[in-house]
């Protein structure tokens, strides 16, 4: 059976790339701090699953202190040049999408089909992950067709992948790291005392105010803490089930549901949802990627504060109608 | 009370600019230590949890195929395919990818977008060209709002979207939820309301879109005096 811990391992070996390459790399000032970067975050998934708590988390503040102190470099393997591209563009044509196509593809067929194969009745895939796998499975199947088609130097898809990896830089690991800062907040009931304060300031004497109490501190929440799911089991216990359902009778599925997606209002606002609205900007290389409202977050937030203002009017006009 | 000083420190380090990396690993050491943990057991609740969560870095795992493609001209033939369609313009185009990122997101086919696999090879150059072919070349400002545009278009359309699906992560949590406390409800409950939510997502965003066509028009003839080499400028 394919497990998750197989994508960990490639993964693992990918990165174990990435660091060996850093450090062979004289353009960039400090390599050494990339080796040290991507090689420990290669232990990470090679071999976090054997560590101890405390070891994973002393290896969490090695990967900090190394990027947090300085910054990483930008490694700059040898690529082809703008007119290269041009050339290869125009010989290979719209066969170009077929490797970028294959990721996606098998990722839903891996979800729809694979899934349910069972070779003498153990299932092909782990099957709690099955997405994740046959993303792994895609990339390895789009890299086998990219590299007969376009007969590239052998590292090519590993020098390239260094140099994006270095364009993201360590805003690599800034999601995993707010979904560990999220467990924490959970464990020292951070949620709860929030939840208490909104309810014991606000006034609840109309419905409305229910309403727009829980779904504006659905989205604040949610831009503290940078996911709507972190936020939802908070605020629902604290605003949304005693005052909005319970006291002035709304429908417990609408609110939950518009109450949701009055968090993810607040997900288009924040820096802290990292994945959404920070890797995107280092992805596409903005010029203000590291400003707390950069360009990603500002091209939202008109539309969330307006998605906010409907959620909240839908809300009050179906939940205490069906 | 003392447990909301992980909150301020998260604040602080913001508006300080501090790298969000010692932000969070300081914000998790006072929640921890502020909430009665102790030093070692914060430690070990981060470490523990950064493992399980391993998972959110596998799609880095993309970029080697990214870039093979790229190195190749990947994102030339985005720009040449675009440039063909006549009546193409960003903001159709955007618009087009946010309908088709939002019907499958509520089929549940979240992962066939993305800002790795879709928005930086293909989405964002196709964004970008179709400006290119009405108006010459962009000044720098136009063209990085465009490539804001399209991330945004990906995270809304996805947003506003997945929802719809009844097997989804945020629909199953509402239902885990709801039964906990007593109140037992179907998956398809809850995601029927997500449908007016979604109808004006794309009605609010869908306009803004068609209206940046406009300003990327305005924009352009501002500034096309003193800016004719920005074209030049690509990464």
Partial sequence: MITLQWIYILAGAVFVAFSVLSAGDRENPKRFKNTAFWGLLAVSFLFGGYFSDLMNGLLVIGLVLLAGIGGLGQGKPRTTSPEERS????????????????????????????????????????????T??????????????????????????????RRLMDAVGWAAILPQMLAALGAVFALAGVGEVVGGLIADVIPMNASLIAVVAYCVGMALFTVIMGNAFAAFPVMTAAVGLPFVVFQFGGNPAIVCAIGMLAG????????????FNVVPANLLELPDRNAALN????????????MLVANILLMQFLAFRF | ??????????????????????????????????????????VEAFGSAFNDNRYISIVWLVLPVIGLLERSGLQEQARILIGKVRGATTGRLLLGYFVARQVTAALGQTKLGGHPQMVRPLIAPMAEAASETRHGPLPDAVRFRIRAHS??????????????????????????FLEQNGIIVQPLELSVWAIPTAIVALLIHGTRLVLLDRRIAAEVANARPDEDAAGEVRS
């Fill in chain 1, 132 to 161: 994740l796998i046959a993303l792994g499975l895609g990339v390895v199947l789009a890299i086998g067709v990219g590299m007969a088609m376009l007969k590239p130097p052998v590292m090519a898809p590993l020098q390239e992948g």
């Fill in chain 1, 87 to 130: 050339d290869s563009a125009v010989k290979f044509g719209n066969r170009l999408f077929i490797p970028a196509l294959i990721i996606p593809v098998t990722a839903l067929l891996g979800t729809l089909w694979l899934a349910e194969v069972e070779i003498g009745g153990t299932p092909l895939f782990d099957p709690r992950d099955p």
């Fill in chain 1, 264 to 275: 993810f209002c607040g997900t288009l606002m924040t820096p802290m949802a990292a994945n």
């Fill in chain 1, 295 to 306: 360009g990603v977050i500002r091209a939202q937030i008109p539309t969330a504060l307006m």
């Fill in chain 2, 1 to 42: 009370m003392w447990v909301l000083l992980g909150i301020a420190v998260v604040v602080a380090g913001f508006v300080l600019r501090l790298n969000p990396l010692l932000v969070i690993l300081a914000a998790a050491l006072t929640t921890g230590v502020a909430g009665g943990l102790g030093l070692v057991e914060t």
């Fill in chain 2, 151 to 176: 991330a945004a278009a990906d995270n809304i359309a996805l947003f506003f979207g997945e929802d719809i699906f009844i097997a989804i992560a945020s629909i199953l949590l509402i239902k885990g």
